[in-house]
Structure formats: structure tokens, C-alpha cells
């Protein structure tokens, strides 16, 4: 597989149940508050230029997006915001197991559709999280790069960003697939999920490279998994950063 892959651990417990939504489980918890702190920090970066549609990618595969995409989208929720939470994964898509809803239409019925005009209400569904809904997937289609580059999505986000505060996306890892980067620059920003202990750095790297050449904005990244070195047994953690001090490596 590719250059970074060596340390990648492919991890399938959010596919077959769901991202763990620390954020409605455990809401007074000290990681329901660092996703608040990260939505927070998100926001504020909003100032001049607002941001209505953002994404969080890894270099890799398995290194917390959906956990980290699905309790922000919460956290944003929590505070009166109009969300729509979108699972443009469509390779590894996890969004209908996380709230237990139907996958059989969602983003790829869509983007698939000969209708002309299309009635987006029609394939968003509720989360059961108040100001929260979603757009799955939808069926897995053969070529997910083709319709993640289309005028289609364009249309899509264009119209979906007049109808809700902030949108998020779940998408895939950068290095793995070439469908992340067309999408990205689409977005109004984007923020880098790096796994502590996993992620290699010269990975983390050349995802923030692939970023900058198609002029995405990165609005910072998540260190995940903080907690884990020091704290042996108690895995989760989350840290937000801006700048590029780990990623750029000076
Ligand atoms: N901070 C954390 N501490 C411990 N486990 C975590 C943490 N963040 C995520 N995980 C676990 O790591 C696994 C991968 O997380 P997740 O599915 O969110 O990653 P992903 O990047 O979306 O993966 P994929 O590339 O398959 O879409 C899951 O089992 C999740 O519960
Ligand atoms: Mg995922």
C-alpha cells in the first residue's frame, strides 16, 4: 500500500457500531469539553472569513475522523447552530451505524440523480440530537472519486450551506485515496486529525502539502489521543492546535 502505511492500524469498531458520541453519553466529561474547546477554537477562526463548510482528514485511515466529525457536529449543535453532518466517506462510511438510521439513499443518491432539481429534505434524515441532522452516505458506489470531483457536490454544498449554520463533512483520509483533495478545496475549511503514537510525521506532512497545493484552508489540527502515553488504560483525549509546529516539524 502507500509510503505511510506501515504503522496505519485499520480499525473496523466504528463501521460495525458507530462513533462513540462522548458528547451526548458523557456531556458534563472532560472530553465532551475538549470537543467544545475544539468547536470553540473553530469558531473563532471564523471571524473574518465565516466558515459554513468544514471537513476534519488525516493523512491515514483509522485515526479518529468520524469520532472526532460526529461529537463536534454535536458540540456545534449543543449551541443552537442549525447543523447538517455528512458522511462523504464513501469508502468507509459510518455515519448510519453511528445514529442508527437507514443507509438505502443519502449524498450518493444524490450526486447520482437525473432529476434536475433535487429536494434535499428528501434524503436528510434526524439525528435525535436537537439542531442536528443527517445526510448518510448513501449505497457505495464503484467510482467515489468521480462523484466527489463533480459540479454535482459543488451544486450540492452551495445549496445545502444557505440552508444550515455550519455544515461537516466526514471524507476520507488524504494519502490513501485522491477523492479527499478535490473535495477539501470545496470546503471553507479544513482541520487535520493527527493520532498521537500513529500517525507518522512525515505522513502528517505531506497531508498538510497535498492541502496546501489544492489551496485548501487548514484551519489547524487535533492531536488525538493524547491522554495515551502517560496515561497508561485511559485512551481517549483530544487536543486542539493551530499552526503547524509538530506537522512542519522546525
Ligand atoms: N482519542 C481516542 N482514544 C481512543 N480510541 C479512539 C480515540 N479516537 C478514536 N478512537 C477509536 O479509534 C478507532 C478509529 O476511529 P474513527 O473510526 O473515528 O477513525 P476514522 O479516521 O474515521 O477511521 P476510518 O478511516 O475508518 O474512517 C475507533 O475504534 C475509535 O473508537
Ligand atoms: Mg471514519
Known amino acids: 500500500m502507500s509510503l505511510f502505511s506501515r504503522h496505519s492500524k485499520v480499525d473496523n469498531e466504528t463501521r460495525l457500531h458507530g462513533a462513540k458520541l462522548i458528547t451526548l453519553a458523557e456531556p458534563k466529561g472532560p472530553i465532551a469539553e475538549q470537543f467544545r474547546t475544539i468547536q470553540t477554537n473553530i469558531g473563532f477562526m471564523g471571524i473574518d472569513h ?8 488525516s493523512a491515514n485511515i483509522s485515526e479518529g475522523k468520524s469520532t472526532v466529525t460526529d461529537n463536534v457536529a454535536i458540540a456545534w449543535a449543543q449551541m443552537d447552530k442549525r447543523v447538517l453532518l455528512i458522511d462523504a ?18 449524498l450518493t443518491s444524490i450526486l447520482t440523480s437525473n432529476e434536475n432539481s433535487i429536494n434535499v429534505e428528501d434524503f ?11 445526510l448518510t452516505s448513501g449505497p ?4 467515489p472519486a468521480q462523484l466527489l470531483n463533480s459540479n454535482r457536490l459543488q451544486a450540492f454544498i452551495d445549496a445545502v450551506e444557505r440552508q444550515y449554520d455550519i455544515v461537516i463533512l466526514d471524507v476520507p483520509p488524504l494519502l490513501a485515496v485522491s477523492d479527499t483533495q478535490a473535495l477539501m478545496r ?7 486529525v493527527v493520532k498521537n503514537g500513529q500517525t507518522e510525521k512525515l505522513a502528517a ?3 498538510v502539502e497535498l492541502l496546501r497545493l489544492s489551496k485548501t484552508r487548514i484551519l489547524g489540527y487535533v492531536m488525538n489521543d493524547v491522554g495515551r502515553d502517560g496515561d497508561a488504560g485511559y485512551g481517549y483525549g483530544y487536543g486542539y492546535g493551530y499552526g503547524y509546529g509538530y506537522l512542519e516539524d522546525k
Open 89 to 106: 466517506d464513501l469508502r468507509r462510511p459510518t455515519l448510519y451505524s453511528t445514529f442508527n438510521v437507514s443507509n438505502r439513499q443519502g
Open 140 to 143: 457505495i458506489p464503484p467510482n
Open 50 to 57: 465565516p466558515i459554513k463548510t468544514l471537513a476534519f482528514t
Open 205 to 207: 506532512k505531506r497531508a
Open 186 to 192: 470545496k470546503l471553507d475549511g479544513v482541520v487535520l
Open 124 to 134: 436528510v434524515q434526524a439525528s435525535g440530537v436537537d439542531n442536528l441532522d443527517i
